[in-house]
């Protein structure tokens, strides 16, 4: 019997679920779109949020919003990141995990720019950053949530996962610094981001799961083994 190591989750993740949450969390996502949409002006918690950052500029905050800014879009954040991670996904043998990868954050990234058109709600004054139109949902959030969740779920490790949150929270709350969007902007792009990546993680799961069998160190290759 050929003895095999599976790194991440196993072939049972229940799909059902997967796509069961991510119908939810666009639900969700959307739902907030449209009560935002409706509204006379910003929601309360919205206007109490731009209020907090919308005092003194602490440079290291700044800085570290501008930097985040500069991953999350653009170049860098559109070819360079995600064409890198597929690459060394498909170095690897995970070429399944990289088209997984690739699909997710192209479907996240077109329905966000739909999202925009169909609520067209305006972005907070005092932008620091240049941006397109459309506030609602954010981008760089919705971005940052499908590459934090397409990655908890093709690797185990909690450190992965612990990244993953803080760099979502950390870009979300960028976002807001630099008065590109509204606090609840962030919070749909972060519903919709992560909701992508579930849902797309059913059709493509057998295939990302076969990726990540690989044969125990020192065990004989499966083409060798002999029937008894």
């Not at 599976?6 to 949450?21: C, D, F, K, Q, W």
């Not at 006379?40 to 949020?49: H, Q, T």
């Not at 992965?160 to 760099?167: D, F, I, Q, T, Y």
């Not at 065990?219 to 083994?225: A, D, G, H, K, L």
């Amino acid at each position: 019997m050929t003895a095999t190591a599976e790194v991440g989750l196993g072939t049972r993740h229940p799909r059902t679920a997967m796509v069961t949450v991510a119908v939810t969390l666009i639900a969700l996502g959307c739902g907030l779109g449209w009560w935002t949409s409706v509204q006379a002006g910003p929601l309360p918690v919205d206007l109490w949020w731009d209020s907090v950052v919308s005092g003194d500029r602490v440079p290291a905050l700044l800085t570290t919003s501008l930097v985040l800014d500069w991953l999350g879009a653009g170049v860098v954040g559109v070819y360079v990141i995600p064409l890198g991670a597929a690459l060394a996904l498909i170095v690897s043998g995970r070429r399944w995990s990289a088209a997984y990868l690739l699909v997710a954050l192209v479907v996240s990234a077109v329905l966000v720019q739909v999202l925009k058109h169909v609520f067209g709600r305006a972005r907070p004054d005092g932008l620091l950053v240049v941006v397109d139109e459309g506030s609602f949902p954010s981008g760089h959030a919705a971005n940052a949530a499908t590459l934090a969740v397409v990655a908890a779920l093709l690797f185990a490790a909690l450190w992965v996962r612990v990244v993953g949150a803080v760099a979502v929270v950390l870009m979300a709350l960028s976002r807001t610094y630099l008065h590109a969007h509204w606090l609840s902007d962030t919070v749909g792009g972060v519903l919709i981001g992560s909701a992508v990546a579930l849902l797309l993680a059913a059709p493509f799961w057998r295939p990302i799961a076969r990726d990540r069998i690989v044969p125990d160190a020192g065990s004989p290759e499966p083409e060798r083994q002999h029937s008894r």
